[in-house]
């Protein structure tokens, strides 16, 4: 300001050179009033006193928040980035995320820190407030002429501002969200002259001294971007790390609840600062009715009472008077101002609340010029501005009257849009695009409010219902991007024309999530789909049978027959009278519902439709139609499932030539065939047929469909299975490992498939000896499985046998017996008493019964088992065959020799009749009642038949197979019976050295050909070669099986005699006390294992001349007084699963 001082002596107007407006102040003396004239515009300006400058202080108007959390190094970084010259610094993020309280507690802090920095702070939301905010920072330091009428508060800001001999300065810009506050044409400043060029943006009266930072927090990034000039210079501020959400909330509640309710609680808040404060507010505001717990439970009810709990206005006095508290009511002033600027990004901001709020794809998003969508324009709140149903300004790219180019540019502005406000973010690749939940739901509450939600509700189903394909394989990766969506869009409620959209769209997502393994989420889908085809297109429409008949699939695939058997039959009886008996869809129907009869055992049934079908599509369709073919392959399963190997190889090779001829070697479907015929040469023991057709199938897979197609994947597991049943097992575990791994990768750690590769592995290690590995990996298939599928589906009553299975060989009974019973129980009831599953869980039953010498239940197990598969499946059906070797197996240990042996005969003879006489089982048979003769001293005919499968499986597995050598060590054990040393320890050696070279030095298998050749040398009076094999083998038992394992307490048995034997009676007592102690413990007092170590104990003493110690012991039953291990020839045989159409990977 110019001030002109007269005195007496000159009465004149002093004017200086200023190229602004001069304001003078005239000192006239008294009397000569009238003598000068002042200038009009400042004749009433009264005259300013000289003001002392004051002291550098803070125009902060929030108080420190002792509730503030720090998070991470934001503080730092503004703090490092403020410290450079004309520095400026943009705190950039959603409404709510606390990018205010942030600027609070920098600016305290610096205040605190530097107190020879001036801090300002200025309300940014509208010109009227920055004004004000100017204006006090004019008042904090005392800028002379700023009371002037005319004054120009921002020019004299800005020149104090610039003068760097005031000092360092700090201004806070915040809530600095509306790009026209700063840059329009209509946030301008400067003296009413009506000359435009005279007028300036507010954003030029921010000064870039050398003195001064510049602090913004705003919701733009492109305003951002103006303000600061670089994008280094702007902090992205999120949602807080749980641990600092978590200590937000605790301080705003005084104490933490539970741990687990506390972390539900703010991620269910989506860690947004306001959010927990406020709920935290709500909490104690109506304590003790409310608690953290309780606000969860209503926060989780329903999207209503979501919004009401979000919509509560605590109060907070560290935020600006004019803003809400409420984090839907701030974060709808962001949705009001972006429909005024750009109605298309408000449109597509809406449609994408709708969609889950991760991995939106921007080609579902992105319009088209068939776009189907019609969008209204909405009303905002009432005492908000409109923008009229015609406006076509450039503003608004909402109409679809362009070209593709127009569309694409449109689409890419209102993404830009939405980035810049930080309502949505996209992935590194900026195709896919997220949102914050509690963003999505207020956005569905603004639509609401006017009354637009069912519109962009129709237009998201509308888009991801052109977009979700078929849940074929091919499909599968856009599936599985989409999916997600398709979950969310099942809860919504569509009216008119969009329910059948709606219902064709579920059917999809079911279809998928069936082949995910998916289950649950599969069974909603597929019955609201079927729900909404029959309200909106009746009972009996092709789309409603469809979506039945998937419902029926997922039934089905959890088990539940009876359920799914309804379906189908409601399914074919329909297609029967409305399209006619032969009709293909007809014809699939019966298909579908002869597979839940397969399932279920009801083989019978099943053929009776197979065969229907096959000779209704052979007349119909020809005898080449793919359909035809397919259910020729189903009947074939039947015929094998039956063990009618004949009949099902004969369809099969005619199936595979078929479709060799008709679609070529290398189709999908002509592999499947090949599959199948190699899994029954795989039943038929014709393991190098198999093992070739795996290979052909694998190979030509690999090449055609990929290594990772779940159809490679079964083809490998396939071959793995064969490979292991030949026991080649490293061979098996390399593929086993390559398949599961992939399943995990391909499909996820709990598929169906998945676990069943992990069940596949663990069999591996289990016929390995490997029990720890086994173990741990049935424990997780089981678990995986019960939480999956449930704890009465059929794969998970697989896992829990396979894992008792485990148990047993290890000797730990009673979590055998536990699991199998609850097995057994739950097969009863989820499947039926004579289910073929229910069955083979007795039988499990029943040998861990045998095991324990529990003779009489193992009996009635096994004879209620045998005589149900003789009715079920016929006399001379493998698992009948099965079920009386093992009833035959428990006659022998009674010594019930006429019996043992009747039954043996009759499966022997009945095997090479049904099977052959090289048959894997045929050979097991002939080996059950060789032993049954060794017992009875009927060396000779034990003999003749030891030898014949101990040739045929050198012939047929070869020399080196695990039951080629126990067919050795049988054999070994009949000439040792005899006497015949030399004949037995050359067969022993033999099978010992290869079984260390094939299976391992600590193999059980090893371990026990060792134990036999120890006992032909015990036999033969050589002790110190027999003591030397006992006590490796004893050691490594106790460490491979622990010491309380039957096998280990057997071996120390074996030790203990060969020191008897040498009249080392201490060392044979000790460890004769130890086994017998520890077999009543383990086993119990009247087991067989733990009288004979009484009887053994008893025999030292007797040799010792103890006589009333051995009398004590010895009214036990007499046994011999060296137990021999011999391999042991009785196989339990498991079953094998195969799914119609396609072959399953054979499993144990």
């Known amino acids: 300001m110019q001030s002109t001082s007269f005195g007496s002596g000159n009465q004149g107007q002093q004017v200086g050179q200023n190229y602004g407006t001069i304001n003078a102040e005239f000192h006239l003396p008294p009397g000569n009033v009238s003598a000068v004239r002042a200038c009009p515009a400042h004749a009433d300006a009264p005259a300013e006193q000289a003001e002392t400058p004051p002291a550098p202080s803070a125009t902060i108007p929030f108080s420190p928040d002792p509730d503030f959390v720090n998070r991470g190094d934001i503080l730092d970084q503004i703090d490092q980035r403020c410290s450079k010259p004309a520095a400026r610094v943009a705190l950039v993020g959603l409404g709510g995320v606390g990018k205010s309280q942030l600027a609070i507690e920098f600016a305290h802090r610096i205040a605190a820190r530097q107190p020879d920095i001036w801090v300002f702070w200025v309300h940014a939301g509208t010109q009227a407030r920055v004004e004000e905010g100017f204006r006090t920072i004019a008042d904090a330091v005392k800028l002379p002429g700023r009371n002037q009428p005319k004054a120009d508060i921002p020019q004299l800001v800005y020149n104090w501002l610039s003068n760097e001999r005031n000092g360092r300065w700090v201004t806070i810009l915040d809530s600095a969200d509306d790009r026209d506050v700063f840059y329009s044409a209509n946030s301008t400043h400067g003296p009413a002259t009506g000359d435009a060029r005279d007028r300036r943006s507010f954003a030029t009266y921010l000064p870039q001294s050398r003195n001064g930072s510049v602090v913004v927090t705003t919701r733009n990034k492109d305003l951002a971007f103006r303000l600061t000039g670089r994008r280094q210079n702007m902090i992205e501020v999120g949602p807080m790390a749980q641990a600092d959400a978590l200590t937000l909330l605790e301080r705003k509640l005084g104490s933490l609840p539970d741990t687990t309710v506390a972390t539900d609680l703010v991620q269910a808040l989506d860690l947004v600062p306001l959010a927990i404060s406020q709920a935290a507010a709500y909490i104690q505001a109506r304590a003790p009715r409310s608690s953290p717990e309780k606000y969860l439970v209503e926060f989780r009810e329903s ?34 101002h972006i429909y005024l600027k750009r109605q298309s990004a408000a449109d597509l901001l809406s449609l994408m609340s709708f969609f889950d709020r991760q991995g939106i794809p921007g080609w579902v998003l992105k319009p088209s010029r068939t776009t189907e969508d019609t969008t209204q324009a909405r009303c905002l709140d009432e005492a908000g501005e409109r923008e009229s149903d015609d406006d076509s300004s450039a503003t608004n790219s909402g109409t679809d009257d362009g070209t593709d180019d127009d569309i694409d540019g449109g689409f890419e502005d209102d993404v830009a849009m939405l980035r810049n406000y930080c309502l949505i973010t996209a992935d590194k690749e900026g195709d896919e695009f997220e949102m914050h939940g509690l963003v999505q739901l207020s956005t569905r509450k603004w639509l609401e409010a006017t009354g637009q939600q069912e519109t962009f509700k129709q237009q998201c189903i509308k888009r991801m219902a052109a977009s979700f394909p078929t849940g074929e394989y091919e499909n599968w990766e856009t599936c599985r991007r989409l999916f997600a969506h398709v979950q969310v869009a099942l809860g919504y409620r569509p009216s008119g024309e969009t329910v059948e959209t709606w219902a064709t769209l579920l059917y999809n997502g079911g279809w998928y999530a069936l082949s995910q393994g998916r289950y649950d989420i599969a069974h909603e889908m597929a019955g609201k789909s079927r729900k909404a085809h029959e309200k909106r297109l009746g009972k009996e429409n092709t789309a409603t049978l469809a979506s039945i008949s998937l419902l029926a699939w997922v039934l089905s695939n959890q088990g539940r027959w009876e359920e799914a058997e309804k379906l189908f039959v409601q399914v074919m009886e329909t297609n029967k009278t409305k399209l006619r008996a032969d009709h293909p869809d007809t014809l699939t129907s019966m298909a579908n519902l002869a597979s839940t009869f397969w399932n279920q055992g009801r083989w019978e049934e099943a053929e009776k439709l197979f065969v229907q079908v096959m000779e209704t599509s052979k007349t119909k369709l020809g005898a080449d139609h793919p359909d035809t073919l397919t259910s020729m392959a189903n009947l074939a399963s039947t015929y094998r499932k039956q063990g009618r190997w004949e009949e099902a190889e004969k369809l099969e090779v005619q199936v595979m030539e078929t479709r060799k001829t008709k679609l070529g070697a290398d189709h999908p479907d002509t592999l499947t065939s090949m599959a199948n015929l190699a899994s029954t040469f795989w039943n038929q023991g014709r393991w190098e047929e198999a093992e070739k057709l795996f290979v052909q199938v694998m190979e030509t897979s690999k090449t055609k469909l990929g290594a990772d197609h779940p159809d490679t994947l079964t083809s490998m597991a396939n071959l793995a299975s064969t490979y292991r049943n030949q026991g080649r097992w490293e061979e098996a575990e390399k593929l086993f490992v390559q398949v599961m791994e992939t399943s995990k990768t391909k499909l996820g750690a709990d598929h169906p498939d998945t676990l069943t590769s992990m069940a596949n592995l663990a069999s591996t290690f289990w016929n390995q000896g490997r029990w720890e590995e086994a173990e741990k990996l049935f424990v997780q298939v089981m678990e995986t499985s019960k939480t999956k599928l449930g704890a009465d589906h059929p794969d998970t009553l697989t896992s829990m046998a396979n894992l008792a299975s485990t148990y047993r060989n290890q000797g ?28 083979t869980s007795m039988a499990n039953l029943a040998s861990t019964f045998w095991n324990q010498g529990r003779w009489e239940e193992a009996e009635k197990l096994e004879v209620q088992v045998m005589e149900t598969r003789k009715t079920k499946l016929g006399a001379d059906h493998p698992d009948t065959l099965t079920s009386m070797a093992n009833l035959a197996s428990t006659y022998r240990k009674q010594g019930r020799w006429e019996e043992a042996e009747k039954l043996f005969v009759q499966v022997m003879e009945t095997s090479k009749t049904k099977l052959g006489a090289d048959h894997p089982d045929t050979l097991t048979s002939m080996a059950n009642l060789a032993s ?29 197979h695990p039951d080629t050598l126990t067919s050795m060590a049988n054999l070994a054990s009949t000439y040792r019976k005899q006497g015949r040393w030399e004949e037995a320890e050359k067969l022993e050696v033999q099978v010992m050295e290869t079984s260390k070279t094939k299976l391992g030095a600590d193999h059980p298998s090893t371990l026990t050909s060792m134990a036999n050749l120890a006992s032909t040398f015990w036999n033969q009076g050589r002790w110190e070669e027999a003591e030397k094999l006992e006590v490796q083998v004893m050691e490594t038992r106790k460490t491979k099986l622990g010491a309380d394992h039957p096998s280990t307490l057997t071996s120390m048995a074996n030790l203990a005699s060969t020191y008897r034997k040498q009249g080392r009676w201490e060392e044979a007592e000790k460890l004769e006390v ?42 036990v039953h007499s046994f011999a007084s060296h137990p021999v291990v011999t391999l042991c020839s009785v196989d339990w045989l498991a079953s094998s699963s195969f799914k119609l159409g396609e072959s399953a990977e054979p499993q144990q």
């Open 812 to 839: 730990r009974w009673e979590e055998a017996e536990k699991l199998f019973v609850q097995v057994m129980e739950t097969s009863k009831t989820k499947l039926g008493a004579d289910h073929p599953d229910t069955l």
């Open 1074 to 1115: 130890q086994v017998m102690e520890t077999s009543k413990t383990k086993l119990g007092a009247d087991h067989p294992d733990t009288l004979t170590s009484m009887a053994n104990l008893a025999s030292t003493y007797r040799k010792q001349g103890r006589w009333e110690e051995a009398e004590k012991l010895e009214y």
């Open 303 to 336: 999207e209503r009472k979501k919004s009401r709990l979000l919509a509560y206005d605590g109060g907070d006095l560290r935020r600006d008077g004019d803003a809400s508290n409420a984090i839907l009511t701030t974060w709808t002033i962001s949705f009001d």
């Open 932 to 960: 049954t003769y060794r017992k009875q001293g009927r060396w000779e005919e034990a003999e003749k038949l030891e030898v014949q499968v101990m040739e045929t499986r050198k012939t047929k597995l070869g020399a080196d």
